[in-house]
């Protein structure tokens, strides 16, 4: 009599899996919305539908996880139990507890996150950290780049100290010419005479009867000569300026701004521009 094969049995986390996939997708959410409304992270939800019992959290945090699930998908009480793990089935499994421990601590898993082994990684990190930390303030205060104690601030007669460029400014003034015009210094020394004034520029007119010798000069050490000149030459100049004409002209060939200018004494045809004035009237001038 030939006995019939047995079925295997159907892991109980798969079974659970499925449930909660089908109910899920029946009412048309995906693993993240589920995640945000159940509070339970999406690797949780992922490794409950695909059946990964190793990338699972500990038995404590599934207890509370299951019910939530059971309520908010609306399954039957105890649907997802399957999904907790079975101790015996385990063992037949030749799984120890040890290993079972070592599988479950994997960095990119969300074990670290709810395991001791976790909170012992975190924990060694934060004290090498700090340890670090320590090691680097204890080079810089060996190095005097670090200031242990707080720097205090000036004294007060410090503070108050005179500005060091206050003797230099005293002695040149004209360092500081946006502060002097703010100060009608300017104005003031115009209105005292105190600024140079230069004559106003003005127009030498020569009525030349005969080949004459010009020469003109100024103070600055400008010359002009013009030799066998004739006719009328006009010139607009800025003065002052000495003229001197050979042979000299009739009275009224030299004019200034159009007034006859005469020679100086002593002969010779010298010419002073601009004329002294016997009466001390004071020349046309620009500042």
Same mark, same amino acid.
């Given at each position: 009599?030939?006995?019939?094969?047995?079925?295997?049995?159907?892991?109980? =986390?798969?079974? /659970?899996?499925?449930?909660?996939?089908?109910?899920?997708?029946?009412?048309?959410?995906?693993?993240?919305?589920? #995640?945000?409304?159940?509070?339970?992270?999406?690797?949780?939800? !992922?490794?409950?539908?695909?059946?990964?019992?190793?990338?699972?959290?500990?038995?404590?945090?599934?207890?509370?996880?299951?019910?939530?699930?059971?309520?908010?998908?609306?399954?039957?009480? @105890?649907?997802?139990?399957?999904?907790?793990?079975?101790?015996?089935?385990?063992?037949?499994?030749?799984?120890?507890?040890?290993?079972?421990?070592?599988?479950?601590?994997?960095? @990119?898993?969300?074990?670290?996150?709810?395991?001791?082994?976790?909170?012992?990684?975190?924990? %060694?990190?934060? =004290?090498?950290?700090?340890?670090?930390?320590?090691?680097?303030?204890?080079?810089? /205060?060996?190095?005097?780049? $670090? #200031?242990?104690?707080?720097?205090?601030?000036?004294?007060?007669?410090?503070?108050?100290?005179?500005?060091?460029? /206050?003797?230099?400014?005293?002695?040149?003034?004209?360092?500081?010419?946006?502060?002097? &015009? &703010?100060?009608?210094? &300017?104005?003031?020394?115009?209105?005292?005479?105190?600024? !140079?004034?230069?004559? #106003?520029?003005?127009?030498?007119?020569?009525? $030349?009867?005969?080949?004459?010798?010009?020469?003109? @000069?100024?103070?600055?050490? %400008?010359?002009? !000569?013009?030799?066998?000149?004739?006719? !009328?030459?006009?010139?607009?100049?800025?003065?002052?300026?000495?003229?001197?004409?050979?042979?000299?002209?009739?009275?009224?060939?030299?004019?200034?701004?159009?007034?006859?200018? /005469?020679?100086?004494?002593?002969?010779?045809?010298?010419?002073?521009?601009?004329?002294?004035?016997?009466?001390? &009237?004071?020349?046309?001038?620009?500042?």
């Amino acid at each position: 009599m030939q006995s019939q094969p047995v079925e295997p049995r159907e892991d109980p =986390l798969l079974n /659970a899996g499925r449930q909660l996939r089908q109910q899920r997708e029946a009412r048309g959410l995906n693993l993240r919305q589920l #995640a945000i409304e159940t509070r339970v992270s999406t690797p949780v939800l !992922e490794a409950l539908e695909r059946g990964w019992r190793e990338r699972l959290p500990e038995q404590a945090y599934l207890r509370t996880m299951l019910p939530l699930l059971e309520q908010h998908l609306n399954l039957p009480v @105890g649907a997802l139990k399957g999904a907790l793990p079975d101790r015996p089935e385990m063992a037949q499994h030749g799984v120890s507890g040890r290993q079972a421990l070592l599988s479950r601590f994997t960095p @990119g898993s969300i074990d670290v996150f709810t395991t001791w082994q976790g909170t012992v990684l975190y924990g %060694v990190l934060t =004290l090498a950290l700090i340890y670090g930390v320590n090691l680097q303030q204890q080079r810089l /205060a060996a190095e005097n780049l $670090l #200031a242990l104690r707080p720097i205090p601030p000036l004294p007060a007669s410090e503070q108050r100290a005179p500005d060091p460029n /206050a003797e230099l400014l005293q002695a040149y003034p004209d360092l500081r010419p946006l502060q002097q &015009a &703010a100060q009608g210094v &300017a104005r003031q020394r115009l209105l005292e005479g105190g600024i !140079e004034r230069r004559p #106003a520029a003005g127009v030498l007119q020569l009525r $030349l009867g005969q080949p004459t010798r010009i020469s003109l @000069g100024s103070d600055a050490g %400008v010359k002009t !000569e013009l030799n066998g000149a004739s006719g !009328e030459l006009v010139l607009q100049l800025r003065p002052p300026l000495r003229l001197t004409l050979d042979p000299v002209p009739s009275q009224g060939a030299v004019l200034w701004d159009g007034k006859p200018l /005469a020679p100086e004494p002593g002969g010779g045809g010298r010419y002073r521009l601009p004329p002294a004035t016997a009466s001390g &009237a004071p020349v046309p001038v620009r500042p």
